[in-house]
């Protein structure tokens, strides 16, 4: 078995070179010559209407695309240097540990313990380790109350929780969400996304699909705007909020903080570009006012 992890060094942690595919002969493609890097280290949001391939992008990332769904398949996609088709969708899942939108579907288990059980023993944790990861992630999440509870009893939000815990307690370098608030308040979304900040700080590449931009925008270094299967926009926060009118056309539910400094800024009001928070256009237009 290649030892993904040892190599993390040697290569971006995923790259993913001129990649179309379509889920069937016949069928449009899902994703059109499509060219990405990830590096270690990044936060990565995707962003971009429904139906523009986000999803797709994620499931070649991790591997489900080509193991599990097949199609036509054209371009290339490596984890740490390593072809996907040469690897096993488990190598994968020790490196890039995933969350997908059908969280009822991920989980294998009747209890939140026995669900976070279930990663750390097939995954060969050593049992001396076991309750400290699994204490650690519960807490992490913030659901250490929730250990003996019956998944079937949670909510929605819940079970993301208990998702993203299992997959912390695996420690892999770098995690991929699909839209992992989409269940949760804006209170809880908050505290996944800070969560999300402190892994990241500690090292953890993050990748985040979501539909909350300005959540994202917040947290994230860098943004992929996907349109119709292809990249449209890529690049840091800032170079890609600098162009919410094709962000606005491509569908992106744009901050409202974010088009009110764009259309002052088209008006001719200088107040140093597009923000991305309330706090941060404040300060910009009180400068100006001064």
């Not at 993913?16 to 936060?43: C, E, M, N």
């Not at 990241?200 to 119709?228: C, S």
């Amino acid at each position: 078995m290649r030892n993904l992890e040892q190599e993390r060094s040697a290569a971006p942690l995923v790259e993913i070179d001129h990649l179309s595919f379509a889920y069937g002969k016949g069928q449009r493609l899902a994703l059109d010559d499509v060219t990405l890097t990830v590096h270690h280290g990044d936060f990565l949001g995707i962003i971009g209407e429904s139906g523009a391939g986000k999803t797709t992008l994620g499931h070649c990332m991790n591997g489900v695309v080509p193991h599990y769904f097949k199609g036509d398949y054209y371009g290339s996609v490596k984890v740490n240097g390593e072809d996907v088709f040469d690897l096993q969708i488990t190598d994968i899942a020790r490196v890039l540990g995933t969350v997908g939108q059908d969280v009822d579907g991920q989980m294998v288990a009747a209890v939140v313990e026995d669900e976070l059980l279930y990663g750390l023993e097939n995954f060969g944790v050593p049992a001396a380790e076991i309750e400290s990861r699994l204490v650690r992630s519960l807490s992490e999440v913030g659901i250490a109350d929730l250990r003996h509870r019956e998944i079937a009893t949670l909510s929605g939000g819940q079970k993301q929780k208990v998702a993203l815990a299992a997959l912390l307690a695996l420690r892999p370098c770098a995690v991929l969400l699909d839209e992992p608030t989409a269940e949760l308040d804006p209170q809880s979304s908050v505290q996944v996304f800070d969560l999300l900040r402190a892994l990241n700080e500690r090292g953890v590449t993050v990748v985040v699909i979501e539909q909350k931009v300005m959540l994202l925008a917040e947290y994230a270094r860098r943004l992929v705007v996907m349109d119709q299967g292809s990249v449209a926009l890529s690049g840091s926060v800032d170079e890609v909020f600098s162009q919410v009118d094709r962000m606005v056309a491509l569908g992106v539910n744009c901050p409202r903080v974010s088009l009110l400094t764009y259309e002052l800024g088209r008006r001719g009001v200088e107040c140093g570009g597009v923000s991305r928070t309330v706090e941060e256009a404040a300060l910009r237009i009180e400068e100006v006012l001064a």
